[in-house]
């Protein structure tokens, strides 16, 4: 067991996948986003969500934390249905969006105390063990040095780091990270990249990444839920990484190359 995680007492659900989809369709606005969704992702691996603009990729997060009812089909997270508490406390989230949605003047060490007592009017006085609790993830993803300063100080980089340490914090199965990558420079895509491959060990966690660009995370991924023509597919990193299968996602040509080192990495032509 990761020195992270601790035994839980839903037991009928510790085997889960950690997502199931039975023939889901989902509608907003009375449009058809995707349909015919029926895979299962299993536990314990990197998946990416990906797509085109305006494909769903989103909207598919927006069911499995449970935001978005399904039109139809049947929809499992962590063995459960979507939204219950349960599984929303089974659930670690990082929006795209972090710092904005945290408040640019919250501590770094708030913001992480804010993911073990956020569901609490007001902070009160933490415990000595929550107090430690935050300190030790925060140093488990490389950011116990910023403990102090406040968001508005951080860089991009730093302050996905405190927004992966506070989904983590109160040890959830599965983490949903929306475009953890964006507007950070290429140093610290990599060094985040590092962080997920990590933390899925030794947190024990399934992370379930939206990604707009492959390329960074192809050295850590297992699978991708891809959005196609209107519907959402599953499959192994090997048959998604397919030059035919990415240009008719992309819309343009891609071209698969591989390195002499092994590595694989795409590029329009």
């Known amino acids: 067991m990761s020195r992270f995680s601790h035994p839980r007492d839903d037991q009928d659900t510790a085997g889960a996948p950690a997502l199931e989809f039975h023939d889901v369709s989902v509608v907003r606005g009375g449009r058809l986003i995707w349909s015919e969704g029926t895979f299962t992702v299993p536990a314990g691996g990197i998946t990416a969500v990906i797509g085109s603009n305006g494909s769903g990729k989103t909207t598919l997060l927006q069911v499995v934390l449970g935001l978005l009812p399904a039109a139809s089909g049947t929809v499992r997270v962590l063995g459960r249905a979507p939204g219950t508490a349960r599984v929303q406390n089974e659930i670690g989230y990082v929006p795209q969006h972090y710092a904005a949605e945290a408040g640019n003047a919250i501590r770094a060490r708030d913001a992480v105390l804010l993911g073990l007592v956020g569901n609490r009017w007001g902070f009160g006085f933490p415990t000595a063990a929550q107090r430690d609790r935050v300190d030790r993830v925060l140093e488990a993803v490389g950011a116990a040095d910023l403990a102090g300063s406040r968001l508005s100080q951080l860089s991009g980089g730093q302050?996905?780091?405190v927004a992966i340490a506070e989904a983590l914090?109160?040890?959830?199965?599965?983490?949903?990270?929306?475009?953890?990558?964006?507007?950070?420079?290429?140093?610290?895509?990599?060094?985040?990249?590092?962080?997920?491959?990590?933390?899925?060990?030794e947190f024990a966690v399934t992370v379930l990444v939206v990604a707009h660009d492959l390329n960074p995370l192809l050295g850590v991924l297992d699978s991708a839920i891809y959005l196609l023509d209107g519907h959402a597919h599953f499959a192994a990193l090997d048959q998604v990484v397919d030059e035919e299968l990415l240009s008719h996602l992309y819309g343009t040509s891609v071209q698969v190359v591989h390195t002499p080192q092994g590595e694989l990495y795409m590029r329009s032509r």
Not at 176 to 193: F, G, K, M, T
């Open 159 to 161: 302050r996905q780091r």
């Open 169 to 201: 914090v109160s040890r959830p199965r599965l983490l949903v990270l929306d475009e953890p990558l964006a507007a950070i420079d290429l140093r610290n895509q990599r060094e985040i990249i590092a962080l997920l491959d990590r933390v899925r060990e």
